[in-house]
């Protein structure tokens, strides 16, 4: 019974959040300079931005597993400007590949690997970012940024140029006992960053983003508190990289799910 009052909870948390738990656009950002996070992807549907995510390889993107939708997928790569997409050169249809073991956010493994449909040519504004391979924590005092095309406030609208914020690693003991105010237990393998200790985050829109620290990707932007991106509130919570690293090579190893 605890249990199932439990999962109700999280499931008016995830609604609060918005369609499918869905993170949020970056706060207090700015946008990102060309030339630089030549990893970032959008993830769209119907040619509109749902997601983030980022490239891992010549035929791989990196996203959140609850950005999976049953209607085919495309990313776009090589442009920070949504309306200045070459749909020859930067649009890829992609094959979905989720963690075997989501079910929803609440369970962890949000982490989804795309397939692009074919091989992509890297270049000055095409470039993988490197995965983390070993655990980071707040106590390693590192510099670390979010970026995406989300919301930029509140229940604004999501933006077409690409924006980064600086956020703080959160201590994951910290992050736990902030989310036991809204009565949800965090799952397994995450990373927290931003949304208490400042003002900066991400907000809808953002979800899949990576969490870059040091010029390493060590999180996926997983999700907030209730739609709510006026921070401080409660820690954004990212799924954590190094605990999905055999997952991820074993795929990409086989170009195939």
Same mark, same amino acid.
């Given at each position: ?5 439990? #999962?109700? !909870?999280? =499931?008016? $948390?995830?609604?609060? *959040? ?7 656009? /970056? ?82 493994? #949000?982490? !989804?690997? =795309?397939? $692009?449909?074919?091989? *992509? ?7 993988? /970012? ?128």
């Amino acid at each position: 019974m605890m249990h199932a009052v439990h #999962d109700l !909870m999280f =499931l008016y $948390l995830l609604t609060c *959040l918005g369609q499918n738990g869905h993170g949020s656009e /970056i706060i207090n950002g700015k946008n990102v300079p060309q030339n630089s996070m030549q990893y970032m992807a959008s993830v769209q549907i119907n040619g509109k931005h749902v997601c983030g995510g980022f490239l891992v390889s010549e035929d791989f993107v990196l996203t959140a597993a609850h950005c999976y939708k049953n209607s085919p997928m495309e990313v776009v790569i090589g442009t920070h400007n949504l309306k200045k997409v070459n749909n020859n050169k930067m649009r890829y249809s992609v094959q979905t590949c989720k963690h075997p073991q989501y079910d929803k956010v609440v369970s962890g493994n #949000d982490i !989804m690997l =795309l397939k $692009l449909s074919r091989k *992509l040519q890297l270049d000055k504004k095409v470039k993988p /970012i490197q995965l983390a391979r070993k655990e980071i924590k707040a106590k390693d005092n590192v510099k670390c940024q979010v970026a995406g095309w989300g919301i930029t406030e509140t229940n604004d609208k999501a933006v077409d140029v690409l924006r980064w914020v600086d956020v703080p690693l959160i201590d994951l003991n910290v992050c736990k006992k902030q989310w036991t105010f809204e009565k949800v237990t965090l799952p397994k393998g995450v990373i927290c960053a931003g949304g208490i200790k400042s003002e900066n985050g991400f907000c809808q829109g953002d979800s899949g983003g990576p969490l870059v620290c040091n010029g390493t990707a060590v999180g996926v932007a997983s999700f907030n508190m209730k739609k709510n991106c006026i921070y401080p509130n409660r820690p954004n919570v990212y799924t954590d990289i190094s605990k999905h690293l055999s997952w991820i090579k074993n795929i990409l190893k086989k170009k195939q799910c």
